[in-house]
């Protein structure tokens, strides 16, 4: 295995820190700023990330949104970070090229979608509020991909 030269394997630029490749690398900003958008028009909130929300993932009190919004957040956070790190790994290892912003958010979002209809249809749906429930059923009636 080699060790990394500490530059980001995405934009070539920067140190590959875990702010620089989750928040700050101006090919992952635009993919953030599209789940924003996506879940204030899902929410009809008016979220703002940063660095330490999109790193650490939000916690309860944060904003005013209700835990049932939290949950839906929190999945997209996640997701979009699983997604992002694999596409780092892929490039790192080239395993892939890099991904236009614009296909990267897609592919976020589509995983997000995805996600949300393995909760629903698995059988720990149980744990999940009715409300959480119905958030994330209206979330899938948003065409994100």
């Not at 989750?22 to 990330?49: G, Q």
């Amino acid at each position: 295995m080699n060790k990394s030269d500490g530059v980001c394997k995405i934009c070539n630029v920067n140190d590959e820190t875990l702010t620089h490749l989750f928040y700050e690398c101006c090919h992952v900003k635009p993919v953030w700023e599209t789940i924003e958008f996506t879940f204030n028009m899902m929410t009809t909130k008016d979220i703002t990330l940063n660095a330490k929300l999109a790193i650490l993932a939000i916690e309860r009190g944060t904003f005013d949104i209700t835990p049932e919004e939290l949950t839906l957040y929190n999945l997209f956070i996640l997701t979009t970070k699983w997604i992002l790190w694999k596409h780092r790994n892929n490039v790192k290892h080239d395993f892939a090229k890099k991904q236009h912003i614009s296909l990267l958010s897609r592919n976020v979002l589509f995983a997000c979608k995805k996600n949300i209809e393995l909760i629903l249809q698995s059988n720990r749906k149980e744990y999940l509020s009715n409300n959480c429930i119905q958030i994330f059923q209206n979330a899938l009636l948003y065409n994100v991909t």
